[in-house]
């Protein structure tokens, strides 16, 4: 996270502020990430932010996450903000985009993708 721009850490700070804001009644796969319920993806979501916040160093499968819930609350609206994020962020949809594509070659990595999807992730409880 520390190569992150300052506006960059406005957009996940924002976006990741979303899922317990304008995208809290979403119905996010709180399962497919690896979750049992809403309160822990609530929980992880806000340490999550916390971290990118503190400029905190991430594992592959955390900066996977903040990856994913960021296209996610940005793009999505069936499961995250979508038009309506503009309602949690410093920012217009346009310089949005450019912000999220300059993270996606930033933050993308194809372990992190696979990491996020590693089987033992998904355990019951």
Wanted: net charge negative; proline share 6%; charged share 25%.
């Amino acid at each position: 996270m520390s190569t992150l721009t300052p506006r960059e850490h406005d957009f996940v700070d924002a976006a990741l502020a979303s899922w317990t804001g304008v995208s809290t009644n979403a119905p996010i796969p709180v399962r497919a990430l690896g979750f049992p319920n809403r309160d822990r993806f609530d929980d992880e979501a806000e340490r999550l932010r916390r971290a990118v916040r503190e400029r905190a160093t991430l594992t592959e499968v955390e900066t996977a996450r903040v990856l994913f819930l960021s296209e996610l609350a940005f793009g999505s609206d069936l499961f995250g903000a979508g038009v309506e994020f503009q309602l949690v962020s410093p920012m217009r949809d346009a310089e949005a985009v450019t912000i999220l594509r300059s993270l996606q070659r930033k933050l993308f990595t194809r372990a992190g993708a696979k990491a996020l999807f590693a089987p033992e992730l998904y355990a019951p409880e």
